[in-house]
């Protein structure tokens, strides 16, 4: 089974701010692909940003960025412009091609915004 | 409407009663996951289903057992539920014949207490 890592289990950012949460993972496979999950308060599991490992470019969503570094298998998300709403666990999975589209999850960040 | 629904949204039950926890998609989907979600362990997976007659166990399959009534519907049940199995528990959908990049995506939870 995959190994998925985040080793902050609770972090804190003033609003406006900038926040880096670190994921990392453990794997054989040179191709799969690795997501960022929100989920707030009401529990919904909303996905984030998504990245493939064949793409050297860090994926990008308006204030959402990853710093993908293959070589030392680390993923960590970066928050820019803190908001409330970021408030929320962030979860970072992992997925391997052709294991059925199988997830493997990391065990969460808990992070809050403070106003 | 949400297109992963998940009955009951909650559920208190005693130990030692028959459970089931429902899920159905209207995005057609053909696979489906069970996973539970325990405090510090992240999501972790029960069963998936890759169609009605394709059923496969996860990390975490004893205690539960799930059936695929048809494409769009996915129920997990525990026999005889017992106090470790107090989780919240998620279903989720995925398409990999658009990409395998392809997220999964979740119901909005089920949280279950076993008295």
């Known amino acids: 089974a995959q190994t998925v890592t985040q080793s902050q289990p609770e972090m804190s950012v003033q609003e406006a701010e900038t926040v880096t949460l670190s994921c990392t993972y453990d794997?054989?496979?040179?191709?799969?692909?690795l997501f960022w999950y929100k989920q707030p308060p009401s529990r919904q599991m909303i996905l984030v940003i998504r990245q493939e490992a064949y793409k050297q470019q860090n994926a990008t969503e308006n204030r959402f960025s990853v710093n993908f570094q293959k070589a030392a298998k680390s993923f960590s998300l970066k928050i820019s412009d803190s908001q409330l709403g970021d408030t929320a666990m962030y979860f970072c999975?992992?997925?391997?091609?052709?294991?059925?589209?199988?997830?493997?999850f990391g065990t969460g960040t808990s992070l809050t915004v403070i106003p | 409407d949400a297109d992963v629904t998940q009955t009951p949204r909650n559920r208190i039950t005693k130990t030692g009663k028959r459970i089931m926890l429902e899920c159905s998609q209207t995005k057609g989907h053909d696979r489906m996951y069970w996973y539970r979600q325990d405090p510090g362990l992240g999501l972790r997976l029960i069963y998936y289903s890759f169609d009605v007659k394709d059923i496969n166990k996860g990390e975490i399959s004893d205690g539960y057992s799930v059936s695929r009534q048809a494409q769009a519907k996915f129920s997990l049940s525990l026999e005889s539920a017992i106090p470790n199995q107090t989780a919240l528990y998620f279903c989720a959908t995925s398409d990999p014949r658009t990409g395998e990049n392809q997220p999964q995506h979740f119901g909005d939870g089920t949280r279950l207490s076993i008295l």
């Open positions: 794997t054989s496979e040179s191709n799969y692909y």
């Open positions: 999975a992992f997925m391997k091609p052709n294991t059925g589209n199988q997830f493997y």
